[in-house]
T-cell receptor, first 109, second 114 residues
Framework: GQNIDQPTEMTATEGAIVQINCTYQ??????LFWYQQHAGEAPTFLSY??LDGLEEKGRFSSFLSRSKGYSYLLLKELQMKDSASYLC??????????WGAGTKLIIKP | SQTIHQWPATLVQPVGSPLSLECTVE??????LYWYRQAAGRGLQLLFY??????ISSEVPQNLSASRPQDRQFILSSKKLLLSDSGFYLC?????????????FGPGTRLTVL
């Protein structure tokens, strides 16, 4: 079966750095997406990786290793507004997104 | 710019009642359209997707149905709601003809079936 694993919840301090991991087992691979979802709101797109390596976008970076079925989202200089759930999703061979359950990130002052 | 609308924002319905949720997209043509359901603490579950008018693919057998009567309109329906239909329903779109593309989500409808 297809499976996306990510931690249920993480806590970090304002101004610090946090890394959210995602491991996947899917039938085929056409890219990995990270989305941010604030409580009660819709997910918003953060990043897309299809090749191995690191993609940097301001305070957010995303890394992919296809051979290991592994990705992480790195958030730097954490702000209170970064408190949200972070969803990892993999596009399979049929170009359908398989979603993880999300990691709830709690930022403490 | 493109925008996606969903309504209503919240809905409370009795078991056995019908359902109609509507989604419209502006600012793009021939988008791919998706209906997802998100249960509390769970990942998004794809319910239906559509690559064109009248073309609907169902991912999960259930008492829900979808229709796409116009290019940028996607409707989720049920004839008789079940308690298990409660959840957060999200409509999304992506650029048509480009398969490995990000999806953009509407604001969602929170449905409670009592």
């Amino acid at each position: 079966g297809q499976n996306i694993d990510q931690p249920t919840e993480m806590t970090a301090t304002e101004g610090a750095i946090v890394q959210i991991n995602c491991t996947y087992q899917t039938s085929g691979f056409n890219g990995l997406f990270w989305y941010q979802q604030h409580a009660g709101e819709a997910p918003t797109f953060l990043s897309y990786n299809v090749l191995d390596g690191l993609e940097e976008k301001g305070r957010f970076s995303s890394f992919l290793s296809r051979s290991k079925g592994y990705s992480y989202l790195l958030l730097k200089e954490l702000q209170m507004k970064d408190s949200a759930s972070y969803l990892c999703a993999v596009m399979d061979s049929n170009y359908q997104l398989i979603w993880g359950a999300g990691t709830k990130l709690i930022i403490k002052p | 710019s493109q925008t996606i609308h969903q309504w209503p924002a919240t809905l409370v319905q009795p078991v056995g009642s019908p359902l109609s949720l509507e989604c419209t997209v502006e600012g793009t043509s021939n988008p791919n359209l998706y209906w997802y359901r998100q249960a509390a603490g769970r990942g998004l579950q794809l319910l239906f997707y559509s690559v064109g008018i009248g073309q609907i693919s169902s991912e999960v057998p259930q008492n829900l149905s979808a229709s796409r009567p116009q290019d940028r309109q996607f409707i989720l329906s049920s004839k008789k709601l079940l308690l298990s239909d409660s959840g957060f329903y999200l409509c999304a779109w992506s650029v048509g003809g480009r398969e490995a593309d990000e999806q953009f989500f509407g604001p969602g409808t929170r449905l409670t079936v009592l």
